[in-house]
């Protein structure tokens, strides 16, 4: 029986249709329903809308589905998680719902679960950034050319190369941050959007689940569904951004036109027909999940488009885009954790005569510096580059920050451990 029945059945090809794919994706939901049910039942207790007595008899019966849902154990036969677990409850079950609606459970439900994977996305960016900064300072010596357009620009280095990485990653915790912070207003107790008129204490089932604030207008908490899913999806797509280019860089470099970086051999693949090949496709396949992480946004913003205030049936899709994400991130997160410390680095590209031309801009610098307008030496040493005649026998004084020779990696440490210290589900 649905919790809504009203005496009558629906065509069952209307309940596939709107029951959708709540049953398969509800299951990583159930958790925290039931946390949310828990802390609702309390707070019911404590304003004397259910005795101490039904408390004491449905708080055990709760943890034990807690545990069966953290187990992987939990099943749903009925229309979704909350009709389940009243189900679930028996008789005592009818009276959890008091000043609910399952409008406010499912955006609870959402942020619980979305509070939870992001502090498990927060920590493996910790580890990758930890290891860009590791790698970086082990390769800070070490050059490499530097390009602009694909063209060969300026001496560069594997320090270099790796720390811009990592100091992407502090803005990518920033923008998770924020995320967090939109996410961390509890909208249980606003009901379909009106509030009850039962004297529901909000603010004690935000303590209790651990909310930093509660989302404090009931329309507001209702339209926070898919503005929240919009803003956190938002924060992953800067740092899929990040991962894809770093990704596409690997690809790159490790092709023998480059020969900058040897992949590790476990992460690379053969060809069929091509005996010599070795393939990276396990960094092109992370590209792809974050060109696809960075398409969630407009299609969660396409779905809530033009839709008044109020709850709508439209919200029950964005599930389907929203609930996987993290999954999909955490894998791209976890192949380059892996990755990262076997990646080999050519240790004597800019001896090359191919890479001469990368210390133009090194010899332009030293004219200037003995006296030579900035604009001569520029025609001089472009001269010089179409005659063939460039040499360059210099060596590299790179001081300021941020350079070659100063990259500054303590300073990026200290940002970022600066934004991860304000995570409050660190």
Same mark, same amino acid.
């Given at each position: 029986m649905k919790i809504w029945d009203k005496g009558f059945d629906n065509d069952p090809r209307i309940d596939r249709f709107t029951v959708g794919k709540d049953r398969e994706l509800d299951l990583l939901l159930a958790p925290y329903d039931i946390e949310g049910t828990m802390a609702h039942i309390r707070m019911l207790s404590e304003v004397g809308l259910l005795s101490r007595e039904d408390l004491a008899q449905l708080l055990p019966a709760l943890e034990k589905l807690h545990r069966e849902a953290l187990e992987g154990k939990f099943e749903i036969h009925s229309e979704d998680v909350h009709s389940e677990v009243e189900e679930r409850l028996g008789p005592l079950g009818k009276k959890v719902h008091t000043g609910r609606s399952r409008n406010d459970q499912v955006a609870l439900d959402i942020k619980l679960f979305t509070r939870a994977r992001m502090t498990r996305t927060v920590k493996k960016v910790q580890t990758l950034f930890r290891l860009f900064i590791k790698r970086a300072d082990e390769l800070r010596d070490l050059l490499m050319p530097g390009y602009t357009h694909l063209q060969v620009a300026m001496p560069?280095?594997?320090?270099?190369?790796?720390?811009?990485?990592?100091?992407?990653?502090?803005?990518?915790?920033?923008?998770?941050?924020?995320?967090?912070?939109?996410?961390?207003?509890?909208?249980?107790?606003?009901?379909?959007?009106?509030?009850?008129?039962?004297?529901?204490?909000?603010?004690?089932?935000?303590?209790?689940?651990? =909310?930093?604030?509660?989302?404090?207008?009931?329309?507001?908490?209702?339209?926070?569904?898919?503005?929240?899913?919009?803003?956190?999806?938002?924060?992953?797509?800067?740092?899929?951004?990040?991962?894809?280019?770093?990704?596409?860089?690997?690809?790159? =470099?490790?092709?023998?036109?480059?020969?900058?970086?040897?992949?590790?051999?476990?992460?690379?693949?053969?060809?069929?027909?091509?005996?010599?090949?070795?393939?990276?496709?396990?960094?092109?396949?992370?590209?792809?999940?974050?060109?696809?992480?960075?398409?969630?946004?407009?299609?969660?913003?396409?779905?809530?488009?033009?839709?008044?205030?109020?709850?709508?049936?439209?919200?029950?899709?964005?599930?389907?885009?929203?609930?996987?994400? =993290?999954?999909?991130?955490?894998?791209?997160?976890?192949?380059?954790?892996?990755?990262?410390?076997?990646?080999?680095?050519?240790?004597?590209l800019m001896s090359l005569p191919l890479y001469e031309q990368a210390f133009c801009v090194e010899e332009v610098n030293r004219l200037a510096e003995s006296g030579v307008p900035f604009r001569d030496a520029y025609r001089q040493v472009g001269k010089a580059v179409q005659e063939g005649s460039f040499h360059f026998s210099g060596s590299l004084h790179h001081t300021h920050e941020g350079s070659i020779g100063r990259l500054c990696l303590e300073e990026i440490c200290t940002r970022f451990e600066s934004i991860l210290e304000q995570f409050v589900g660190k």
């Open positions: 560069s280095s594997f320090g270099l190369w790796l720390g811009a990485y990592a100091e992407c990653l502090c803005d990518d915790l920033l923008l998770l941050k924020a995320a967090e912070e939109i996410n961390g207003r509890n909208p249980l107790g606003s009901a379909a959007g009106y509030g009850s008129s039962a004297p529901l204490k909000r603010q004690r089932t935000t303590e209790l689940l651990g =909310f930093p604030s509660l989302a404090y207008n009931s329309i507001y908490a209702q339209m926070g569904r898919g503005r929240t899913e919009i803003s956190v999806a938002n924060a992953y797509a800067s740092l899929a951004a990040t991962l894809g280019r770093f990704a596409t860089d690997c690809c790159l =470099f490790s092709s023998q036109n480059f020969g900058f970086v040897r992949l590790p051999d476990a992460f690379t693949t053969g060809s069929s027909i091509m005996p010599q090949k070795k393939n990276p496709d396990v960094f092109e396949l992370v590209r792809a999940h974050c060109n696809y992480l960075q398409g969630i946004p407009a299609q969660l913003r396409l779905l809530c488009a033009n839709l008044p205030a109020g709850y709508f049936r439209d919200m029950q899709l964005l599930k389907e885009l929203y609930l996987p994400l =993290f999954e999909r991130m955490d894998d791209c997160l976890d192949i380059l954790i892996l990755a990262l410390p076997g990646m080999q680095v050519a240790t004597d």
